[in-house]
């Protein structure tokens, strides 16, 4: 089994910065994708970013330029760093894992409020 534990969510500002964190524990392959999606209220989860563990990465297009993922093989984890954040931003974000198969964190609340 492989399990996640998020951190990193929170209250924020718009225009202000947060950066979101996920350790992956347990039977963990070398060749994996993390990443990230989110779900706002009464929207559909939607693709934020994901990471190969080659260091490829993908991001939808709402937030290109703004939003950053990154990955350290050594420590397991994946990172989000979220810039010029906005009030479309908020949504409970989930962190996943994938090789042949796919798991999913608990999820952390992002809300992006003045």
């Known amino acids: 089994q492989v399990h996640l534990m998020e951190s990193g969510g929170g209250l924020v500002q718009p225009g202000g910065s947060l950066r979101l964190s996920c350790t992956a524990s347990g039977s963990i392959r070398s060749i994996n994708t993390m990443g990230w999606y989110r779900q706002a209220p009464e929207k559909e989860r939607e693709l934020v970013a994901l990471i190969g563990s080659g260091g490829m990465t993908n991001y939808v297009e709402s937030v290109k330029g703004r939003f950053t993922i990154s990955r350290d093989n050594a420590k397991n984890t994946v990172y989000l760093q979220m810039n010029s954040l906005k009030p479309e931003d908020t949504a409970i974000y989930y962190c996943?894992?994938?090789?042949?198969?796919?798991?999913w964190g608990q999820g952390t609340l992002v809300t992006v409020s003045s």
């Open positions: 996943t894992y994938r090789d042949y198969r796919t798991v």
